[in-house]
C-alpha cells in the first residue's frame, strides 16, 4: 500500500476537525469521501472514539468497505462497533457487527476474531442467542482459527 506518511495522522487531524468551527465542512468532506470510497480504514479508526458518534455514518463506511472488499476497512468497523458499543449500542451489533463478521468469515479471514477476543468486549456479552449463533457458525466455517 502506497500511502502518504501523512495518512497516519489522519483520524487525529479528523477529530480535531470534527471538535472545531468547521465540523459541518468536515463532515461535509467525509460524507463525499465514504461516496467515493477514499480514506474508508481512517474514517473508520477514527470512528473508534468519535464523540458524537454517528452509527449511520459507520454503517456507510461498512457498506462501502463491503461493496469495495475492504477488508481492512470491515475488520476496523468491527473495532469501532465494540468500542462504541457501551456509550452508543443503537444498533450496531445487526448493522455493523454482525454483517462484518459474516463477511471477514465467508472470506476465510479470521482477523475479526482478534477484535474480539480481548477483555470481555461488551457488544459479544450483549449478543442474544440468534446472534450469537451467528458468531459460533462463522467460527466453525472456518478451517482454523
Avoid at 463491503?66 to 462497533?81: F, G, H, P, Q, S
Avoid at 444498533?91 to 477483555?119: C, N, Y
Wanted: hydrophobic content about 45%.
Amino acid at each position: 500500500m502506497n500511502e502518504s506518511p501523512i495518512l497516519r495522522f489522519f483520524p487525529g487531524l479528523l477529530s480535531g476537525l470534527l471538535e472545531s468551527n468547521k465540523r459541518q465542512n468536515t463532515i461535509t468532506l467525509v460524507e463525499q469521501w465514504i461516496v467515493q470510497g477514499k480514506h474508508l480504514d481512517n474514517i473508520a479508526f477514527q470512528m473508534r472514539y468519535a464523540k458524537p458518534f454517528d452509527e449511520a455514518r459507520l454503517v456507510k463506511v461498512l457498506e462501502k468497505a463491503v461493496a469495495n472488499n475492504d477488508l481492512r476497512t470491515i475488520r476496523i468497523c468491527i473495532e469501532a462497533a465494540d468500542r462504541q458499543f457501551e456509550a452508543n449500542p443503537g444498533q450496531l451489533i445487526e448493522r455493523v457487527f454482525l454483517p462484518a463478521v459474516t463477511m471477514l468469515a465467508g472470506k476465510e479471514d479470521t482477523s475479526w476474531i482478534h477484535s474480539i477476543l480481548g477483555i470481555e468486549p461488551a457488544i459479544v456479552k450483549a449478543l442474544n442467542y440468534e446472534q450469537s449463533k451467528i458468531i459460533l457458525d462463522a467460527l466453525l466455517s472456518l478451517p482454523r482459527i
